[in-house]
């Protein structure tokens, strides 16, 4: 009983969701079969944490969401993971960047879809700050802005990013 | 603070996508509860954003549901057993897992079990305490019921004693045997005497217009209720009176003590 249970629980989220968190964990990690390993990573998780689950904050849907970009950026920041990509001959950014370009399939649907829409500046934010998992502080660093305008342009970017999704 | 500004501030997207700071999600849940505006602009942008994310999303390899179906559900069935030697790198520590949930488990049972033993005393005591009132209650009532017994006696004579001036609102009552002449008071409402005096029961007769008493005993007055005394046994009496006498009681009584007394 509890058996069948659980089945139709699981059947009832993989066919509801599965192509949502497959997509955005492609988005994050370029590597297919990396992409993989953390897609069941993320339903694993999802299983056993489903009882932290909080209605109160938010859709079961966000929840997961955030639980396999919050995987997917780990695996990317790995040290696993950066072992393998320095046997690319390319730089991690570079690689990276080559992912994004190489597999326009990924960068086609879903929420990078509509980051194609927002001016270059703000795509860079997003990217960084969502598909990428760098802080506030991190990308001040990386694009050579004071932390306040980082703060003020990546809030302007989400407003532009809502008006896309709305 | 102004609701609107905060809401269209970019923060409700922020939190949704999980781009906020630790303080800032917390101030965002904490506005959540007090304004229901937020909590609907938040999940007007989740079902937006849930749209959008499941707009030609890929479909995963067809393998992938199976490996992590069989990852669920054998896990479950079998009980996992702790590796000896070290798990490789990059795998889910299991021995790490396992002895980190044991001694959570044995927190939880010392917990738990000081939790039942401190309810398992304080059952026992309680039962201590319903043990002895119950003891008390039914001693009260196998006094209760002796003293009706002996008043239900035939050819017992009841006789009403009514306050007087003294103690208008007192009442009592004799049973009094005419065949054995036994005497039993039932004290209905008497105000507690002072400590160095006490009751005492007189028979009255009236003889040739000359009144004679009778003392027919000390009343030690107990707190419990409906108590039935056993007094002096009395062969004549036209009347019966109680007055408030010197401790070690008296010979004759004090009239100008009378408390209760019953019609001539």
Avoid at chain 1, 4 to 11: G, K, L, M, R, T
Avoid at chain 1, 78 to 87: E, L, V
Avoid at chain 2, 216 to 239: C, D, F
Wanted: aromatic share 8%; hydrophobic share 40%.
């Amino acid at each position: 009983m509890l058996n069948e249970q659980s089945n139709d629980a699981f059947n009832y989220l993989y066919d509801n969701y599965s192509g949502a968190i497959y997509t955005i964990i492609n988005q994050i990690v370029p590597d297919k079969d990396m992409a993989s390993d953390v897609m069941q990573e993320v339903f694993v998780n999802i299983w056993r944490k489903i009882n932290t689950y909080d209605a109160g904050k938010g859709r079961l849907f966000t929840w997961m969401l955030n639980i396999a970009r919050n995987a997917s950026i780990d695996k990317v920041r790995s040290k696993g993971y950066r072992d393998n990509q320095k046997n690319q001959p390319m730089t991690e950014n570079e690689s990276r960047g080559m992912a994004m370009s190489t597999n326009p399939m990924v960068n086609d649907v879903g929420l990078k879809k509509v980051l194609t829409k927002l001016n270059e500046e703000h795509r860079k934010l997003i990217d960084l700050s969502y598909f990428q998992g760098f802080t506030h502080e991190e990308i001040a660093k990386l694009m050579g802005i004071p932390l306040g305008t980082v703060k003020t342009r990546i809030r302007t970017a989400i407003i532009q990013l809502r008006k896309m999704i709305a | 603070m102004n609701i609107k500004e905060y809401i269209s501030s970019g923060v409700v997207e922020g939190y949704v996508l999980g781009l906020l700071t630790a303080q800032e999600r917390f101030e965002f849940e904490q506005y959540c509860e007090a304004y229901p505006e937020l909590k609907e602009a938040r999940t007007a942008f989740e079902l937006a954003l849930e749209k959008q994310a499941m707009e030609n999303s890929i479909i995963p390899p067809a393998d992938l549901r199976q490996k992590i179906a069989s990852k669920i559900f054998d896990e479950n069935k079998t009980a996992p057993v702790i590796p000896i030697q070290a798990t490789p790198p990059g795998k889910f520590n299991w021995a790490k897992f396992v002895a980190a949930a044991s001694v959570i488990l044995l927190v939880g049972a010392i917990w738990w079990s000081m939790n039942l033993k401190n309810e398992n005393d304080k059952l026992k005591s309680d039962n201590v305490a319903l043990q002895n009132d119950l003891k008390n209650s039914q001693d009260s009532i196998a006094q209760i019921i002796a003293g009706a017994n002996h008043i239900q006696k035939e050819g017992m004579k009841m006789v009403g004693l009514n306050g007087t001036a003294n103690s208008p609102r007192s009442f009592a009552t004799v049973y009094w045997d005419t065949a054995s002449h036994d005497v039993y008071l039932l004290v209905n409402n008497l105000p507690k005497p002072p400590s160095d005096e006490h009751y005492q029961l007189w028979a009255l007769l009236k003889t040739n217009n000359q009144l004679q008493t009778i003392d027919l005993g000390m009343l030690q007055l107990s707190q419990k209720p409906l108590q039935v005394y056993k007094m002096t046994n009395a062969r004549e009496a036209q009347a019966f009176a109680i007055t408030l006498e010197k401790k070690d009681g008296n010979p004759d009584p004090n009239l100008q003590k009378i408390y209760v007394m019953s019609d001539l």
